[in-house]
């Protein structure tokens, strides 16, 4: 399999449980947020963004959380499945600077 | 759907081979990127695109150059393979839109440098 996720900080999970995967951006500036999830052997998938000018935006099963004040960015997952099981990146822009700076990612296990 | 397509998905090249790595988005897309990606490092930026013939410089471009002769592709040039080189290589592309930066990538080309 790949080997990108050797290095990675890992969550495991209990099938149906929801999981929390955060992530600390760096640049105050940013105004632009999106979390993209990467499976063995594939590409990044992009999940769901976020703009500055919100705190929350929820999607199907998943749930995206923003908190400015300490620069910290949450992908949350309801009832999670086997195949939510991959490496998930939040990446991070100023909109219109074209440009994203990912985040190293986390990989998440999820256990039938 | 937007489609991102690569030429190979896994590639042996030996060193100091030129090595081509070709991307094609079929979403009209002006923005496209190459990425090599390595455990504990993440994505790391090679070189992007904002329209035809256009270039710019990403974090690592040294030993890699770009050709973007047509809006849909964008290709990635090793002009001589090294062994550190070796790597997951990614492409992407975007619209050039104010209102999102959104980057939709390939499937990916494991690139091996013997």
């Known amino acids: 399999g790949e080997s990108v996720g050797l290095h990675l900080p890992t969550l495991s999970v209990q099938e149906g449980d929801n999981s929390i995967i955060n992530c600390a951006y760096s640049?105050?500036?940013?105004?632009?947020f999106i979390w993209y999830k990467q499976e063995s052997g594939k590409g990044p998938q992009f999940i769901i963004d976020i703009r500055s000018n919100m705190d929350k935006r929820q999607g199907q099963r998943v749930t995206v959380l923003l908190n400015k004040t300490v620069k910290h960015l949450s992908l949350q997952i309801a009832a999670t499945q086997p195949g939510d099981s991959a490496v998930y990146f939040c990446?991070?822009?100023?909109?219109?600077?074209?440009?994203?700076?990912f985040g190293t990612g986390t990989r998440l296990l999820v256990s039938p | 759907d937007v489609k991102v397509t690569q030429s190979s998905r896994y590639l042996v090249k030996r060193t100091g081979e030129k090595v081509f790595l070709e991307c094609v988005q079929d979403?009209?897309?002006?923005?496209m990127f190459w990425y090599r990606q390595d455990p504990g490092l993440g994505l790391r930026l090679i070189y992007f695109?904002?329209?035809?013939?256009?270039?710019e410089k990403g974090d690592i471009p040294e030993g890699y150059s770009v050709s973007r002769e047509k809006k849909e592709r964008f290709s990635l040039i090793l002009e001589s393979a090294s062994t550190n080189q070796t790597s997951m290589y990614l492409c992407a592309s975007s619209v050039r839109d104010t209102d999102t930066d959104t980057q939709y990538f390939g499937p990916g080309t494991r690139l091996t440098v013997l």
């Open positions: 990446a991070e822009n100023i909109l219109g600077f074209q440009k994203l700076v």
């Open positions: 979403m009209d897309h002006e923005n």
């Open positions: 640049n105050s500036a940013s105004d632009y």
């Open positions: 695109s904002y329209d035809v013939k256009m270039k």
